[in-house]
């Protein structure tokens, strides 16, 4: 067996996993293109990424302090200070009026979570590292990756519980590799055994919502195929979109045909582009 070596390494995460099975063009313009003229990676900014990425910020910061401390401040505050990185163009606004909506949504979900705080109230385990990893297979010289949003700690039983906190309007697919991506990861990256795992979807519910996980073999099994897929389309260089221009890819295929925006750059790196702006329509019906 070859040496182990994180840098030459296939990486992969629930995020690009995610890109992948949706589709692999997008995988590629996601986690492997570069812009030739600047060297970085590329994504296309929205109103509900910079909804998200706002929200997240906040909420995951409080897991580093402890937690008398975490609502001593007023998390609309801190999400005021956070939603100035994603201000106009940078958060993908059509208009002030869609960056008020955006933004008031965001201080309603911080609201909510401040009055039912929760397991936020709780103790917490924080993973140190950067960026929690392990080798899910030495002999592919595979490695999975991922940050997780919270991990409460049960005293009694000394064992976490996994959250995720959700600021969409859908709700997770059955289906989604998401938590059981988590579970593996918290098992490998930190010593207290893993007794659940919650979606907690801050813009409608007061709690986080238990889901049913795979035992921890069959996700295993399931995460280690498709990053052997991906590992597969990395070395034959073969990203093809099944339809020539899905949903998961076109918008990111306008940034490389020169048709985006280029705004600015996010805390990893990566150039954020925008398109061409339009406000959000609702369905009306229409006699003709």
């Given amino acids: 067996m070859a040496k182990k070596d994180k840098f030459s390494a296939t990486w992969v995460s629930h995020s690009s996993i995610s890109d992948y099975l949706k589709c692999p063009r997008a995988y590629y313009l996601k986690n492997v293109y570069k812009d030739p003229k600047t060297g970085h990676k590329v994504k296309v900014m929205s109103p509900a990424l910079a909804l998200g990425g706002a929200v997240h910020e906040v909420l995951e910061g409080l897991s580093v302090l402890p937690r008398q ?35 008031k949504r965001g201080q309603d979900m911080l609201r909510r979570v401040m009055k039912s705080p929760g397991p936020l109230s709780r103790l917490a385990v924080k993973i140190q ?28 039983d000394k064992s976490v519980h996994i959250i995720d906190f959700k600021t969409g309007k859908n709700q997770e697919s059955e289906e989604s590799l998401q938590l059981p991506i988590y579970r593996l990861l918290v098992e490998n990256c930190q010593e207290w055994p893993v007794v659940g795992a919650s979606y907690w979807y801050v813009a409608y519910h007061d709690e986080p919502i238990e889901q049913i996980l795979p035992p921890s073999v069959e996700a295993q099994e399931k995460v280690l195929k498709v990053a052997r897929d991906i590992k597969l389309a990395r070395q034959i260089k073969s990203f093809k979109c099944k339809t020539d221009g899905c949903f ?40 003709l």
């Fill in 248 to 287: 998961a890819c076109k918008e990111l295929e306008l940034v490389v045909a020169g048709k985006g925006k280029l705004v600015g750059v996010d805390d990893y790196g990566a150039d954020i582009y925008v398109l061409e702006k339009q406000e959000e329509q609702t369905k009306q019906s229409v006699i």
């Fill in 129 to 156: 590292m950067d960026l929690p990893y392990y080798w899910l297979s030495e002999e592919d010289n595979i490695i999975l990756c991922g940050l997780i949003d919270w991990l409460e700690y049960d005293a009694d």
């Fill in 69 to 103: 401390d975490r609502f001593r401040d007023s998390l609309i505050e801190k999400f005021d200070v956070v939603w100035k990185k994603f201000e106009g163009e940078l958060g993908g606004f059509a208009s002030d009026k869609q960056e008020s909506d955006y933004k």
